[in-house]
Nanobody, 121 residues
Framework: QVRLVETGGDSVQAGGSLRLSCAASGDRGCRFDMYWYRQIPGKEREYIARIDMSGTARYADSVKGRFTVSQNNVGNTLYLEMSSLKPEDTAMYYC???????????????WGQGTQVTVSS
């Protein structure tokens, strides 16, 4: 099993910055495909960014240019640097991972518990 722990959520003013972290447990020999999502109450969970196993970062249009996703050298910790935050960025932010170990999927679609980001105007 893989456990994900997100940290870094906070309340900030519009225009501010935050850095979220997502740490995944697991064997150092495994490879992690990691994603950030966010969800507002009453709405569907929204994909915002990912780093795949090749290290390629991709972003949703809603955050492109303001958010930067990165990973540690081992590949099991994901970061989300958020800048120029807007009130509409207020949401619960979740991390998701697919983990490949020894050529086999250890887990698909493992989710963390989320971390709350609140941006006030």
């Amino acid at each position: 099993q893989v456990r994900l722990v997100e940290t870094g959520g906070d309340s900030v003013q519009a225009g501010g910055s935050l850095r979220l972290s997502c740490a995944a447990s697991g064997d150092r020999g495994c490879r992690f495909d990691m994603y950030w999502y966010r969800q507002i109450p009453g709405k569907e969970r929204e994909y915002i960014a990912r780093i795949d196993m090749s290290g390629t970062a991709r972003y949703a249009d809603s955050v492109k240019g303001r958010f930067t996703v990165s990973q540690n050298n081992v590949g099991n910790t994901l970061y989300l640097e958020m800048s120029s935050l807007k009130p509409e960025d207020t949401a619960m932010y979740y991390c998701k991972t697919d983990v490949l170990c020894g050529g086999k999927w250890l887990v698909r679609n493992a989710w963390g518990q989320g971390t709350q980001v609140t941006v006030s105007s």
